[in-house]
Structure formats: C-alpha cells, structure tokens
C-alpha cells in the first residue's frame, strides 16, 4: 500500500460521516459560546497563543491574518491587538454580531468580520498567517488546500483528538444513537501535509472543559447537540434525563478533551 496524497484525501473523506452543525445550531450557541470564551482561563490561554506567536516571529506589527470559523471573534480580537489586520469569517449571523461588539469594546479599527461560509468566501490577497482555530469550516481536503492557497506565511490549525463526556454519550445511548467520536482529521491533515513535502508541527494540550447551564437551556442545547429536534419521544427522553440529575435546576457536564494543534510554513 502507498501511503500518498490520495490515500490520506480518501480516508479523510471516507471517515467524515459526521453531519456538520447547521447556521441555526450555531447562532442558538453564540451567546452560550460567547460567554464560555470570555472566561479568565480562555483570556490567558489565548494570550499565551499569542504572545507564542510573536516569539517564533510568525506575526508581528505588520502582519495580516485571516481567522477561518472566527465564532464570536475573541482569538481574532487578541491578534488584533498585535498585527497590522485581522479578517474574520463565519458563516452564523450571531457570532459575528458577538465578534464585532467584541472588537468594539477593545477599541479596535484593524478588524473585518465577514459573513460567509469557507466554501464561499473569496479575498483579493493571501494573508501572513491563516488560523483555523477549533473550527468545523475544515472538514475535508479541498477545505484545507483552499487554507493553504490564501496564506503566504505560515497556517495554524487546531482541532479536537480526543474528548470523553460521560453525560453525552449516556445522552446518544438513550436516544438510541451510537456516540462516534470521528477526531482524526489532525491526524489526516498532519500525513497529508507530509506527503506534499510540507512538515508540521504538532503540539497537543490536555485539560477538562466544565460546561453549565439552566436545566431549560440544556434541554434546549443537547436536544440540538443530538439532532433529536424533530423526535419527541427522544427529546422527551433527554429532557426527563437532565431533570434526574439536574442539581438546583443546574446541569455541570464535565468533559476531557485533548486537542491538537498544527503550526506549517507555506512553501
């Protein structure tokens, strides 16, 4: 077997069966999203993302940067603060309404937000850095080759590996679903950009993501979260389930996760 550019393509694809959330799952997260991103621990760690950066000399006061799947613009606003311009994309109203108030109150005038999906968004120039940061937009091949076409410095990926939650995967098995978990597209990213003569680097980081919300928005999110929208006795079934271990009208799901990330320069 030889292990070529196809190869990787083909198991990329083969692999990707997972349905991709809608614009309207999105904009029902963005405030949730919002929130989750605003923490003390998501500020550092961005600011560590990019001071990072700074130090290997990827960006500086010159650069321009090009966020894929910006969400509600908090990665896009920090770079902001560092580089020359920092375009941001989404395809979900909501979250660029967040990222442009999120810009705003930092007083920034060197942001644009974009509303687009990645199949769909056309820019005249190519950008000294392309961040794909934790985004769903780079879900196959073509995807990442079009990343690779509109950066003319170095492109930064990061993306799920692992992550275990008990309470989701009780969630699938009560609603009848099976829980597949589908995290290898760093893995076929990192071959593919090998057999192109392209050698990343990847780094992981480990922790645990507490997520908290009203019973009545958990039933709202998970019955999203399951696509169990248009089944009643399903949605019936989460909704009765959060109730049982709601504490305080309150449902904690605690979730390990490791995610990896990708740093290349465009050759």
């Known amino acids: 077997m030889q292990l070529n550019t196809n190869y990787f ?16 799952f999105w904009n029902f997260r963005a405030e949730e999203y919002n929130l989750s991103s605003s923490t003390v621990d998501a500020q550092l760690n961005r600011l560590e993302k990019v001071q990072a950066l700074i130090d290997r000399g990827i960006i500086n006061a010159e650069s321009t940067v090009l966020d894929i799947g910006c969400g509600s613009g908090q990665f896009a606003v920090e770079l902001a603060k560092k580089t020359r311009k920092v375009v941001g994309l989404d395809f979900s109203d909501k979250m660029l309404s967040y990222a442009s108030a999120n810009a705003a109150a930092e007083g920034l005038k060197n942001t644009a937000f974009i509303h687009s999906d990645w199949d769909g968004f056309h820019y005249a120039e190519a950008f000294d850095l392309v961040i794909a940061s934790m985004s769903p937009a780079i879900h196959k091949p073509d995807h ?7 950066s003319r410095g170095y492109c930064y990926l990061s993306s799920f590996v692992e992550r275990h939650s008990g309470l989701k995967e009780k ?36 922790g645990i993501h507490k997520r908290v919300f009203p019973l009545a928005k958990a039933q709202e999110i998970y019955t999203r979260e399951l696509s169990v929208l248009e089944s009643p006795k399903q949605a019936s079934r989460i909704h009765q389930y959060l109730e049982a271990v709601a504490e305080n009208e309150v449902v904690t799901e605690l979730l390990q996760q490791r995610k990896g990330e990708l740093i290349w320069k465009q050759s």
């Open 171 to 206: 969630l699938y098995r009560l609603t009848d679903q099976s829980y597949v978990r589908q995290f290898n597209k760093i893995n076929y990213i990192f071959n593919l950009l090998w057999t192109k003569g392209v050698f990343p680097e990847l780094t992981y980081e480990t």
């Open 9 to 24: 393509e083909e198991l990329w694809l083969s692999d990707n069966q997972k349905k991709e959330p809608t614009v309207e």
């Open 144 to 150: 990442l080759y079009k990343m690779m076409k509109y």
